[in-house]
């Protein structure tokens, strides 16, 4: 399903391989608990209020300033520790898609606008390609730095997608069998 906005001739393409597969990585993408783990960039943690997972559905977020570093930037720049984001789902395609438009009203002087982020999953053998398609913002400046974080939240995606296990070679896997088959017949004997 699907209300799709287009993408900016200007979107930008962050690009991750992930050794996961892409349900892991979707679930990791449209859960209240895997947003909460990966969903923030360093120095932040993020806790969901709303999720709505349908085209027109929101997710609303607390992202709360934690690191030393945050906290002071988020004191110097005038803005609270803690502040309330929200997006409205534009696209839901399980397992492969998700789109969604970010409220972008956190920039002092600037009114308020949505900005369109795309994210696409595919599968690759046993791992898991993604792409993640952003607008740019109102500027430059604020353009690299939205990159920059959003860049960040996807190296930490990994870090909470765990690696699949090495694929048990020739002679392995018959190893395994068998001593599987042995605490079998043990059990079955009890």
Aim: negative net charge.
């Amino acid at each position: 399903m699907t209300t799709e906005p287009t993408p900016s001739p200007n979107a930008a393409r962050l690009e991750r391989t992930y050794d996961a597969p892409a349900e892991l990585i979707w679930e990791l993408l449209t859960s209240a608990a895997g947003l909460e783990e990966w969903w923030a960039p360093d120095g932040f943690e993020t806790r969901v209020n709303e999720l709505e997972l349908k085209p027109g559905g929101q997710l609303r977020y607390t992202m709360t300033a934690t690191s030393p570093e945050q906290v002071a930037f988020m004191r110097d720049t005038g803005n609270p520790l803690s502040v309330e984001l929200r997006k409205t789902f534009t696209e839901v395609a399980p397992p492969t898609r998700l789109a969604y438009l970010s409220l972008i009203d956190f920039v002092p002087d600037h009114e308020p606008y949505e900005h369109l982020t795309t994210i696409d999953i595919e599968p690759a053998g046993d791992r898991t390609n993604v792409v993640m398609t952003l607008d740019p913002l109102h500027d430059e400046t604020w353009t690299q730095g939205y990159r920059a974080h959003r860049g960040n939240e996807l190296d930490n995606l990994e870090a909470s997608s765990p690696p699949r296990p090495p694929r048990p070679r020739r002679g392995q896997l018959a190893a395994a069998l068998s001593r599987s088959r042995r605490r079998l017949v043990v059990w079955v004997a009890c």
